[in-house]
């Protein structure tokens, strides 16, 4: 089982920012779409944000566009979610999760049925 290490959760206050990370040393992320999803107290797993192997497309949901920025750097087999203008709504726990699409695929889904592996997710909270 590949192994995703997810980091940066935290506690926020409204309008703050944070960066969520996602690596893994046992694939080669240049083979791979990332996945970014959360899931909130109560409510289904919700794909926000997700990006292309060589970073040819990105996809943001309703919920996060214009706030949240997706990247990656596949040198070092890492992907990010810039979280800006945090409000209280988007506390969550997040995850992300790759697919194998190869070096060819420019797309990615926001359904979390194709992802192949999945990080043990981390907490955001946004609170005053």
């Known amino acids: 089982q590949v192994q995703l290490v997810e980091s940066g959760g935290d506690l926020v206050q409204p309008g703050g920012s944070l960066r969520l990370s996602c690596a893994s040393s046992?694939?080669?992320?240049?083979?791979?779409?990332v996945g970014w999803f959360r899931q909130a107290p109560g409510k289904e797993r919700e794909g926000i944000s997700c990006i292309s192997s060589q970073d040819d497309y990105e996809y943001y949901s309703e919920s996060v566009e214009g706030r949240f920025t997706i990247s990656r750097d596949n040198a070092r087999n890492t992907a990010y979610l810039q979280m800006n203008s945090l409000k209280t709504e988007d506390t969550a726990v997040y995850y992300c999760a790759v697919e194998h699409t190869g070096r060819e695929i420019e797309d990615c889904h926001a359904d979390s049925s194709p992802y192949d592996y999945w990080g043990q997710g981390t907490q955001v909270t946004v609170s005053s």
């Open positions: 046992e694939i080669d992320f240049n083979h791979y779409a």
